[in-house]
């Protein structure tokens, strides 16, 4: 039996860097998440959106429910923000992800970054999204057209036996 | 007065395998303190715990743990399904 | 005497991509680019914004004039976001720069790129930034604390001589 | 009926050179069709053409200029400080 171990960080570490992570169960608010990493001292804001999109492995899609091991998932998030932060002083990161029943081209997630130069704050975006779609306990059930529904399993060997 | 003994450790399921255990949560009847692979093995004793796959992820007090990592009275255990953020 | 030469695209070309740019004399309105780049295939937007700095190297800067050579500007930022369309099909790219005076924080220019998958959104936007910085014309004029103004000139060796 | 006749080519100034020249707009006395080289050169004996550099980059109908580009009558020609957007 293999076990992947997965780097611990600590959440509240010393550095103090400006960070935010938090699980919602509403529409996300991308402006003020931006001005949540707005600061006079920030030349550069990176933010990227994960979407419902209409069609998956060629499926027709109609709206996907996302839940989430809440506690747990807000602990990652604030950890890999932190971890990120440590790349690069002066990094501000927040993110947010939605739990529910989201629609097509409703936005999952919302990533914004920023630091004075552009790029640390869009290395910095991308660090997040990598990151969290491998570590946070965060889920999809798929409603397709026919009426199906399905648990979405990036990894594809780890799901369930059937 | 009627108590009610809990008489394994409680672990937390969610997604395809809260669907596999027909249940957001089993108590697994093992003692703790016991090894997270000794709790995954208990566990596919129990109804719907044959679909497990071979190396499920856990997490120890919203951790993620390792199969030795060592489950104590008390802790927070919850069996995590492939995870699909974002 | 030294000339640089700059890849030329067409910017009417035939592919058809969705792709916006334009020069703007008022705040910048994000949430608007980005629905420029939403669709219901699209599962990845990411969005890059500049913004006016309180410092820069080591000077206090209380605002910024920002000037163009508009029509141009406007036919280069097309032009790369046809180039960057055309490395990767199903990219949406929606590009505006704002001119004239701007206070320290306000947004100065805002990218928007979309695809169904996050890497190639992410990569545009990226690509795009480093194109406008190069080949775009557009001028910033710094306002500093002590009341001194000065051309910016990321080049350091082909400004003025004095 | 007066008729302003332009005896050479216009050449739009933006930023640091509209300072330099002291207007957003010259006229630099050289007939086209010419190199921009030879614009290029013609300017440096205009007032404030001294301070151009060595390469300043032109553009001819919007589009960048390599120095063996030709203008010809008509054309719209821009001498282009170093670009700061962003």
Redesign the interface.
């Known amino acids: 039996?293999?076990?992947?171990?997965?780097h611990?960080s600590p959440v509240g570490d010393a550095l103090g860097a400006p960070r935010y992570a938090a699980i919602v169960d509403r529409p996300i608010d991308?402006?003020a998440l931006?001005a949540r990493v707005?600061?006079?001292?920030?030349?550069?804001?990176?933010?990227?959106?994960?979407?419902?999109?209409?069609?998956n492995d060629g499926r027709a899609v109609t709206g996907i429910d996302?839940?989430?091991?809440r506690?747990?998932?807000e602990?990652e998030m604030m950890a890999i923000a932190g971890e990120v932060c440590q790349t690069t002083p002066g990094l501000r990161i927040a993110i947010e992800?939605r739990v529910g029943t989201l629609a097509?081209?409703e936005v999952?997630?919302a990533i914004a970054t920023s630091h004075?130069r552009?790029t640390p704050?869009?290395d910095a975006?991308?660090l997040v999204?990598e990151a969290?779609?491998?570590?946070?306990?965060?889920?999809?059930?798929e409603h397709y057209v026919d009426g199906d529904r399905a648990?979405?399993?990036?990894?594809g060997?780890?799901?369930?036996?059937? | 007065m009627c108590y009610l003994v809990r008489m394994g450790i409680p672990v937390?399921l969610?997604?395809?395998?809260a669907?596999?255990f027909g249940a957001p949560q089993v108590d697994v009847p093992i003692a703790a303190p016991c090894q997270v692979?000794a709790l995954v093995d208990a566990m596919r004793a129990l109804p719907g715990g044959?679909?497990?796959?071979?190396?499920?992820?856990v997490?120890v007090n919203?951790?993620?743990a390792?199969?030795t990592t060592t489950i104590a009275v008390g802790d927070e255990v919850?069996l995590?399904?492939?995870?699909?953020?974002?």
């Not at chain 1, 996302?66 to 091991?69: P, Q, T």
């Not at chain 1, 969290?132 to 059930?141: D, E, G, M, Q, S």
Request: hydrophobic share 50%.
């Open positions: 039996m293999r076990w992947r171990s997965f611990q991308v402006a931006i707005s600061d006079d001292g920030v030349g550069a804001v990176s933010v990227f959106l994960g979407t419902v999109r209409d069609i996302y839940s989430a091991y506690p747990m998932a602990s992800h097509v081209s999952s997630v004075a552009r704050a869009l975006a991308r999204i969290l779609k491998v570590r946070v306990p965060i889920w999809k059930n648990w979405v399993d990036p990894t060997a780890q799901g369930l036996r059937i | 937390l969610f997604a395809s395998y669907d596999a692979r044959v679909r497990l796959p071979s190396s499920p992820l997490a919203r951790t993620w390792a199969s919850a995590i399904p492939p995870v699909a953020g974002g």
